[in-house]
């Protein structure tokens, strides 16, 4: 009697639970994963690649959102056990579009720009200054000329996206006086005096009473008697 053959194999671990840290903000790889797992034959070893790479460590740190196959298996590579999990990181607004009116006269701020976003099932905040500053109003007026540089992001501080151009808004270009010529009347009780404002342009108008009345396209005022003036171009 040769007595009785036992074949034992090896003991596998048991995959008790994996514990995920997705990334805290839009593009950033700081999601975690960490396998628990006991049993099996000696120290275990661990995967989060479908078993390409393994590692004594059960906690994987640095990890950007996607799918990833956590496994464990004894040190010898028997006995591997997986499971897929999922990282994944907020969902980026997305700036549909965005308008904007241009102040109505030089120097004037009343312009105004409009932004209209996807908040991908969350509420945003807005920025038109390259996030100095930024709102919930997704609509900014009384705004000068100028260069604006829109955003958008989470109402939680995350997930800041910017418009692919910025935008300017453009405000009618101020008249350049280069100069007043005045010719005095020529004699006493005599309305004969000049004034003339250069250069005189077919778009320009201009006044001598401070901007009461204006005349079309002409810098020449003639016919005048003594008497202090205020002229203006607009």
């Known amino acids: 009697d040769l007595g009785s053959a036992n074949?034992?194999?090896?003991?596998?671990?048991?995959?008790?639970?994996?514990?995920?840290?997705?990334?805290?903000?839009?593009?950033?790889?700081?999601g975690q994963i960490?396998?628990?797992?006991?049993?099996?034959?000696?120290?275990?070893?661990y995967t989060i690649d479908d078993g390409t790479t393994w590692s004594n460590s059960s906690v994987f740190n640095s990890l950007s959102a996607g799918l990833y196959e956590a496994g464990v298996r004894n040190q010898d590579g028997t006995c591997e056990l997986f499971q897929s999990v999922s990282l994944d990181a907020p969902a980026a607004p997305i700036i549909e579009s965005v308008s904007s009116q241009d102040p109505s006269n030089c120097g004037s701020s009343n312009g105004q720009i409009s932004i209209q976003a996807d908040g991908q099932g969350g509420s945003l905040q807005y920025t038109i200054d390259g996030g100095v500053n930024w709102s919930a109003q997704n609509n900014f007026t009384g705004l000068a000329a100028?260069?604006?540089?829109?955003?958008?992001?989470?109402s939680d501080g995350t997930c800041v996206i910017y418009h692919?151009?910025?935008v300017e808004l453009s405000a009618p270009s101020s008249p350049e006086v280069s100069s007043i010529d005045?010719?005095?009347?020529?004699?006493?009780?005599?309305?004969?005096?000049?004034?003339?404002?250069y250069p005189s342009s077919s778009t320009w108008d201009y006044s001598i009473d401070g901007g009461n009345t204006w005349q079309e396209g002409s810098g020449k005022f003639s016919g005048l008697s003594p008497?202090?003036?205020?002229?203006?171009?607009?």
């Open 227 to 234: 008497g202090t003036y205020e002229p203006y171009v607009r």
């Open 34 to 45: 960490q396998i628990q797992a006991s049993g099996g034959q000696g120290p275990l070893s």
């Open 182 to 197: 005045v010719d005095q009347p020529s004699d006493c009780q005599v309305n004969d005096g000049e004034i003339r404002i």
């Open 146 to 154: 100028g260069f604006y540089e829109v955003g958008a992001r989470k």
């Open 164 to 166: 692919t151009s910025t």
């Open 7 to 30: 074949i034992q194999g090896p003991t596998s671990p048991a995959l008790s639970n994996v514990s995920l840290s997705p990334p805290t903000d839009c593009g950033l790889d700081n």
